[in-house]
DNA sequence: ATCGGGAGATGGGACATGGGATGTTCCTAC
DNA sequence: GTAGGAACATCCCATGTCCCATCTCCCGAT
């Protein structure tokens, strides 16, 4: 039955009035009381059910303005899964190592799938891109983790998946996040630089294989990194 | 600096009093009470910090007994997914296809990593459940979801990455949940079991390349019988 | 006519308290 | 020795009250 804690059932009647209404993210939400006189039950329960809602952005709450439909964004994934990660990091495991491992799989097959039909506009977006690192490396040292995000975000923009974009986006922020955390060393630019060209470089040259292997290498870079680190 | 609200900042303070202190899942956590007198906050403030927490499965309360760190597991992920491509569908978006797709970049760059040094006792496995698939498709005319998802997890046992698993199976659950509220059609169960038969024959000969197609091969079937369906 | 600021309405945020529901533990009765 | 039940710890729900944030709208100064 349905009777089995308040505030869970709330969250389900919650969700289900989006589907049924077919809300769509930023619609307004009833307010605290309309929500309290339409389930019947006490603001408590009803205030506890949105703050689980919220936590995995399904509504978004605005004091002293209303509460609204949530994003539905994969912020709160990536905040699980760095603290995930600290959890794991202080029983001995290499949690980075994982992270990485998984936006690898992710990017290799991936580029397999684009790599033959780039459409030039995003071939353009890629070169500028590179144009800015270079540019950010000399003069700064370090390439801004804003345009990396955006190099391996432009990559498989032509697949036009929604859902892979904020997959694959989520991952990178989890894998940065944890790596400041932990205070990870980073790669030498110059190489990053030189992997990221030629990644670029085989698209161009619609030689798919050989986009596989430079992505590849790629992540085989920084993972020697990681694992360098480690045996300090 | 005391951060906005008050059941936010109590979540914080939850979340490092579990890094401080170095618990694992399933250690015992102060009671309500004690987390009360702790931070100094009311006690609706700390019940709505760990509702917020138990929806992300960073705690795990459980009435009359005590409230423990939860299993950090992708389960309350998995259904935010569900709950997204429910939205995403009544917008006319093809969620489904994108969870795929997800699926498909992850397990075609992993079979390639895989290929070539995967370890007899896993290839075993894999025979095997092709074995238990094939007598369930003679005796109930299914192969049973469960068989499918042990497969596609046995694939990558040899990584030693539990992150990946637990990843890969969590897009997992979401595909079949989405599939499923959907009422979308499945593939032939004969079709699947000779994809997944393909797969097992390639990495058994070290065919690196023809066990990355045989996967691409085995997600394009799904695929084709996703969009069949979308037509009518 | 326009711009700015202040009062009120709306709505979420926090606290305190009381009673209840539900597990666990342990002791008693047989 | 074991089954039943009381006592306790702990979480669950409701009510009432006040505070604070944000928006709206009107009015007066310019």
């Known amino acids: 039955m349905a009777r089995r804690m308040m505030s869970d059932e709330v969250q389900g009647h919650i969700r289900e009035l989006i589907l ?5 993210p930023g619609d307004p939400l009833p307010t605290e009381s309309e929500l309290m006189s339409l389930f019947e039950v006490s603001r408590n329960s009803v205030r506890e059910a949105l703050k689980a809602l919220q936590a995995v952005n399904v509504v978004d709450i605005r004091h002293g303005f209303g ?9 709160s994934f990536v ?13 001995g495991e290499a949690s980075l190592a994982e992270l990485l491992e998984v936006r690898e799989a992710l990017e290799a097959g991936l580029i397999g799938s684009v790599a033959g ?8 977006r890629l070169r500028e891109l ?9 003069e700064t040292g370090r390439v801004s983790a804003e ?7 432009a990559l498989y923009r032509s697949l036009g998946n929604h859902l892979l974009s904020e997959v694959l986006d989520a991952f990178w922020a989890a894998f940065h996040r944890v790596r400041e955390e932990l205070r990870e060393e980073r790669q030498d630019e110059r ?12 698209l161009e040259a619609g030689d ?25």
Do not use: C, K, N, W
């Open 20 to 24: 049924t209404r077919r809300l769509a």
């Open 117 to 124: 039909d780039i459409p030039d506009a995003d071939l353009g």
């Open 208 to 232: 798919t294989a050989g986009a596989v292997t430079a992505m590849r290498d790629h992540f085989a870079g920084i993972r020697q990194v990681l694992r360098r680190s480690a045996r300090d």
């Open 79 to 91: 905040d699980g899964m760095v603290f995930r990660a600290a959890v794991r990091h202080r029983r």
């Open 67 to 75: 509460t609204y439909v949530g994003s539905l964004s994969l912020d």
């Open 130 to 138: 590179i144009g800015a690192m270079e540019r950010e490396a000399d």
């Open 147 to 153: 345009t990396d995000r955006a190099f391996h975000l």
């Open 191 to 202: 190489v990053t630089l030189a992997r990221h060209q030629a990644i670029v470089a085989a």
